[in-house]
């Protein structure tokens, strides 16, 4: 990561994210149409925030990478991959698409239990550079709200970053709820 922007970093997020309470995206335009097919492929996540991280998770997060496969025109096969150490873990999951544009449900399956349900919305995309995520998951005793900021390579314009942070204010997420995988070396975050 640039130092300066490293620097930006820690000294503006305390005053941005502390005190906020909005609790839907103000600020984003409503998707008034999704394009499956410009969605779907490699996404690169490079930043994540929710109520179920904390700065313990840090160390946890290596980089990762989430594949998005449209099946029968309508639903998405999600499958993402990890490398820790010399081993590859990954996870899959199903997103069933809603009448909403861009909105989608998980298809409950294994460790999931029948009465947790998952929605998730893609806030904004360009199809081509960045996306915007954000995933509600209403278990029986709460909510967890988790933001995602997925990018088709390593290196973003620093404004989607903004844009990332922005749509967190908007779920009353803290400072402390921010978790950036260590991409040291991938050209992280572009000057664009």
């Not at 290596?62 to 496969?69: A, G, S």
């Not at 639903?75 to 873990?89: A, E, L, W």
């Not at 893609?122 to 988790?146: A, G, M, N, W």
Request: with cysteine; charged share 20%; net charge positive.
């Amino acid at each position: 990561m640039d130092p300066w922007w490293a620097l930006w970093l820690i000294f503006t997020l305390p005053q941005i994210l502390e005190g906020q309470t909005p609790t839907k995206p103000q600020g984003f335009p409503q998707m008034s149409n999704f394009e499956s097919d410009k969605f779907q492929g490699e996404w690169f996540v490079l930043g994540l925030e929710g109520t179920a991280y904390n700065r313990e998770h840090r160390a946890l997060l290596n980089p990762y990478i989430t594949l998005f496969e449209l099946k029968n025109n309508s639903h998405f096969q999600v499958t993402n991959s990890m490398t820790r150490g010399k081993r590859c873990d990954i996870w899959s999951y199903t997103l069933i698409p809603t009448s909403k544009p861009g909105q989608f449900t998980v298809e409950n399956k294994g460790e999931r239990s029948e009465t947790d349900k998952e929605d998730i919305q893609v806030i904004e995309t360009d199809y081509i550079k960045f996306s915007l995520v954000l995933s509600i998951r209403q278990t029986s005793s709460h909510t967890i709200t988790r933001v995602s900021l997925l990018g088709r390579n390593w290196r973003i314009p620093r404004k989607m970053v903004d844009r990332f942070i922005c749509l967190t204010r908007t779920q009353n997420l803290t400072k402390n709820n921010f978790v950036f995988p260590d991409v040291t070396g991938n050209g992280f975050l572009g000057s664009g």
